[in-house]
């Protein structure tokens, strides 16, 4: 390489100093691509054993080296398969978390005093600010007044619907029938209280 400069007419001193330059610039690129592709293989791959390999593959082979490893490297890296998993357990929390009809077990929205599946009473209004509540709690949060237990007289009656026949099997009165139902859906919410033994 000097002996080429040399004959292009310049001095053999920068004619070496520019072989020099070249090979320390030419040193340079060939250690920064084994580094990358260490580096890249590590967060990717927690396999000790794959990540010197692609090293050496690179070390060795230089320029198609990289190609043969961008070729077969996987496609993400750890982090973000984290995150796709993060992502995927929140899904999954959020699709669990919904609430449901503990009568017919069909999905039910915060807010319903109703099942409008099956009819199963879910909340109980506060006598004083008729804000929902849950049919176990004997005490208003929210305005502190103490409720009365749900009995057969005092349950209100679930509005009629002409399109079910609601109320209207077998020649069976409606007040009876929603009182029954009220009655069932109270049953069936004080034997889902869990009880801790710890």
Known sequence: MSDLLVSLGLSSDIALALTIYLIVIVAAFWLAMIIWTYRDMRSRSRDRLSQLGVGLLVALLTFPGLLIYLF?????????????S???????QEIEDKPTCPGCAQNIREGWQVCPHCFTRLKKTCVNC????????QI????????PAITEQNVPAVPYSRSTG????????EVSRRRRTAMAATRTSESLEFVDTE
């Open 72 to 84: 077969l490297r996987p496609r993400e890296t750890l982090g973000e398969a984290y995150e796709r």
């Open 86 to 92: 993060l992502e995927e357990e929140a899904l999954l």
């Open 130 to 137: 008729r804000q929902p509540l849950e049919l176990s709690w």
């Open 140 to 147: 208003c949060p929210h305005c502190t007044v103490p409720q």
């Open 166 to 173: 609601y109320g209207q099997d077998a020649g069976e009165n």
